[in-house]
């Protein structure tokens, strides 16, 4: 395929955030909603198009209105997370040849990092799936091609993200980023220290 042109992200936001006891991406971090982090982040990165894909929480979705964001409603999301991943990669745009895939409650991710691994699968085409690593740690956001993305749509539901990882598919680990790509906040003590400070530059 060479070198990869159009480039999606697709963010995971359906869950309903019981472990935290409140709407989590909602939760205000460095001065706004924390879903708005994350998102920065991705629509900074160089990639061509971002969804989010919401669920049990609309209002999620206001909370990105005008960023340039496009949301997708998965009316699935109790059947769990992989429901959210089936909806946004059903949804990408038809030009597209790559998508990075994360979680949104990550909000220490910088459009650098997402712009590295961004790089690195651009540059890898279609033969792998493509994600960073912090000391030995895999992280987000996970790469993947558009023949593999075909082939994760054929999955069931029930099936997980991981699996791509499961040795169906070659994986290209991109060494030296930091706990940004795979510290993500389930509970409220999860959140970082400065999480009250104002909102920090796109790109670190």
């Known amino acids: 395929m ?5 480039a999606s992200g697709v963010l995971l936001a359906g869950g309903a955030s019981r472990r935290f006891g409140a709407v989590k991406l909602l939760h205000p971090f460095r001065g706004e909603p924390m879903v708005l982090a994350v998102v920065r ?3 900074a990165s160089g990639l061509d198009e971002v969804l989010l894909v919401v669920g049990a929480h609309g209002a999620v979705a206001d ?12 009316p699935g999301w109790e059947s769990g997370m992989f429901s959210s991943v089936l909806a946004g990669l059903a949804s990408l745009d038809p030009r597209s040849q790559l998508a990075l895939l994360s979680p949104a409650d990550l909000p220490l991710l910088t459009a650098g990092a997402v712009g590295r691994v961004l790089a690195g699968a651009r540059g890898d085409g279609d033969r792998s799936v493509t994600l960073p690593v912090s000391d030995g740690r895999r992280g987000h956001p996970v790469a993947l091609p558009a023949p593999i993305v075909r082939e994760v749509l054929s999955w069931p539901v029930t099936a997980r993200l991981d699996q791509v990882l499961d040795g169906r598919f070659p994986v290209r680990c991109l060494p030296g980023f930091g706990p940004e790509v795979f510290r993500d906040v389930d509970v409220p003590a999860q959140l970082p220290a400065d999480a009250a400070k ?5 790109i670190s």
Do not use: E, K
Request: glycine share 12%; proline share 4%.
């Open 2 to 6: 060479g070198v990869v042109s159009f």
């Open 41 to 43: 982040a991705f629509l």
């Open 63 to 74: 909370a990105v209105a005008g960023t340039g964001v496009r949301t997708v409603v998965n």
């Open 198 to 202: 104002a909102r920090r530059p796109l």
